[in-house]
Antibody, heavy 118, light 107 residues
Framework: EVQLVQSGAEVKKPGESLKISCKGS????????IGWVRQMPGKGLEWMGI????????KYSPSFQGQVTFSADKSISTAYLQWSSLKASDTAMYYC???????????WGQGTLVTVSS | SYVLTQPPSVSVAPGKTASITCGGN??????VHWYQQKPGQAPVLVIY???DRPSGIPERFSGSNSGNTATLTISRVEAGDEADYYC??????????FGTGTKVTVL
């Protein structure tokens, strides 16, 4: 069974750094892109970008380029999303999802809620 | 950038048919995928490649795509279909794009 399990909710202060994770199981983790999607409170889905765990190739949405960093550790089938300096506007639910070759997302993680508040 | 426009809300009585549109420039030339998101849950893929259903998705969910509009149709609507629905495409200039989302309310 394909599963993506994300790390737990985080509460941070502005300016702090953060790294959240997404662990895949039940499939060959290195053979599929992992996408990251932001959902701000009460809002819609926003595509942030994708990473290919096989070689850590990345593609960022222009809206998120330079604001976040994707990484992956294929030895433990885990992808990461990180911030070096959080802002209050980063408060949102963040989802990882497996992207198939036809450019859609067939399995999703349960989401990680990030709250940034002073 | 490529934009996908959905109606903010659709209301439907139980047992009736709900149609959710997704408008985009020449969207008929692209593959459209649809996701259902119930309150407090992660999105779930309900239609891919315009009209294909993943295993486990009821036949009541169907899709079509032509011209500048793609449509997700839910037949014989049930209370459990109440959710937000998002269309999504891949565009060569904008990469992955999600629609604005439609809240389906079952009356």
């Amino acid at each position: 069974e394909v599963q993506l399990v994300q790390s737990g909710a985080e509460v941070k202060k502005p300016g702090e750094s953060l790294k959240i994770s997404c662990k895949g199981s039940g499939y060959s983790f290195t053979n599929y892109w992992i996408g990251w999607v932001r959902q701000m409170p009460g809002k819609g889905l926003e595509w942030m970008g994708i990473i290919y765990p096989g070689d850590s190739d990345t593609k960022y949405s222009p809206s998120f380029q330079g604001q976040v960093t994707f990484s992956a550790d294929k030895s433990i089938s885990t992808a990461y999303l990180q911030w070096s300096s959080l802002k209050a506007s980063d408060t949102a639910m963040y989802y990882c999802a497996r992207r198939v070759a036809a450019n859609y997302f067939d399995y999703w993680g349960q989401g990680t809620l990030v709250t940034v508040s002073s | 950038s490529y934009v996908l426009t959905q109606p903010p809300s659709v209301s439907v009585a139980p047992g009736k048919t709900a149609s959710i549109t997704c408008g985009g420039n020449y969207i008929g030339s692209k593959s459209v995928h649809w996701y259902q998101q119930k309150p407090g849950q992660a999105p779930v893929l309900v239609i891919y490649y315009d009209s294909d259903r993943p295993s486990g998705i009821p036949e009541r969910f169907s899709g079509s795509n032509s011209g500048n509009t793609a449509t997700l149709t839910i037949s014989r609507v049930e209370a459990g279909d109440e959710a937000d629905y998002y269309c999504q495409v891949w565009d060569s200039s904008s990469d992955h794009v999600f629609g604005t989302g439609t809240k389906v309310t079952v009356l």
